[in-house]
């Protein structure tokens, strides 16, 4: 081998060498290339896996069921607690201690459970004009019925009510009656009486309560209206003014129960 010849090889060799490092660095780009297209997708893959997962979560804890596939609009479930719902009436810790004794006078441990039977009286309030909302701030009881039935017999004590009702600078707003043991719903008759009602005042209302069903976690009694025309009712939405904590609400009747039987609330041991 001659020295041109040396060289001619050497140049072949280093060409050789130029093209395989350019093919190695356009192969190892592309490669690189491929894998960070790779990743970028899986990064966007996980992180859409991600976010789901998250609002899968939040869905899960405000059991809400509506707008599952459009985790955007989901923050205004998320954020409306209980406390946050319009409320249509407000209702006094008064009332609503005379309504529950009230249908205890006649339903209670104390008398067997066939011979318990339903009360009857007026709600007493006012309109806030501004926000339409039923303020009832006073029960009046007036009478008590069949097991299934109770109504206002005696007209001369429906005005003696209005009277008192008037005197207060309050109107009658509704009327409530008990269901001892067997829930909260309107019967037909019951419909019949919100409709005489509503006749007086449309937005009359009507307050019907279970004593049994205060438990701690219920206030045992539920607000309707009717809708006369398709001769339905639906539930109103309340809370209870000054946030009464429903969980002292059997300890405080408990404790008024020598009242409703007609007796003084204690004794002192002098007195015995
Ligand atoms: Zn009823």
């Known amino acids: 081998m001659n020295h041109d010849d040396e060289n001619n090889i050497s140049i072949k060799e280093t060409i050789k060498n130029k093209i395989k490092d350019k093919i190695k660095k356009e192969l190892l780009e592309e490669?690189?290339?491929?894998?960070?297209?790779e990743e970028d997708e899986l990064t966007d893959e996980i992180s859409d896996m991600?976010?789901?997962?998250?609002?899968?979560?939040?869905l899960k804890?405000?059991?809400s069921v509506k707008n599952a596939s459009k985790p955007e609009k989901k923050i205004e479930f998320e954020t409306k607690t209980l406390e946050e719902i319009p409320k249509e009436i407000y209702i006094s810790v008064k009332t609503v201690l005379k309504v529950a004794s009230h249908a205890l006078k006649s339903a209670n441990s104390k008398i067997p459970k066939k011979k318990w039977v339903e009360v009857i009286g007026l709600l007493a309030g006012k309109?806030?004009?501004?926000?339409?909302i039923i303020h009832i701030e006073d029960a009046f009881p007036m009478g008590h019925g069949t097991a299934v039935y109770a109504e206002i017999k005696d007209y001369k004590n429906y005005t003696r009510a209005y009277?008192?009702?008037k005197k207060q600078k309050l109107f009658i707003c509704g009327w409530y009656h008990s269901h001892p043991s067997y829930g909260c719903w309107l019967s037909a008759e019951d419909m019949g009486t919100q409709a005489r009602y509503q006749?007086?005042?449309d937005k009359s209302v009507a307050l019907v309560i279970d004593p049994y069903q205060i438990d701690g976690k219920s206030t045992g009694f539920e607000i309707y209206r009717a809708d006369i025309k398709a001769n339905t009712w639906y539930p109103l939405v309340y809370d209870i003014k000054g946030s009464l904590d429903i969980k002292?609400?059997?300890e405080i009747l408990e404790f008024i129960n020598p009242i409703i039987e007609g007796k003084a609330l204690y004794l002192e041991?002098?007195?015995d």
Do not use: R
Not at 50 to 58: P, V, Y
């Open 61 to 63: 804890i405000t059991h």
């Open 50 to 58: 991600l976010t789901q997962k998250i609002a899968d979560n939040k």
């Open 199 to 201: 006749k007086l005042w």
């Open 248 to 250: 002292m609400l059997p």
């Open 127 to 132: 309109l806030d004009d501004n926000t339409d």
């Open 163 to 165: 009277h008192d009702i």
């Open 269 to 271: 041991y002098d007195e």
């Open 31 to 37: 490669i690189y290339n491929e894998l960070q297209l």
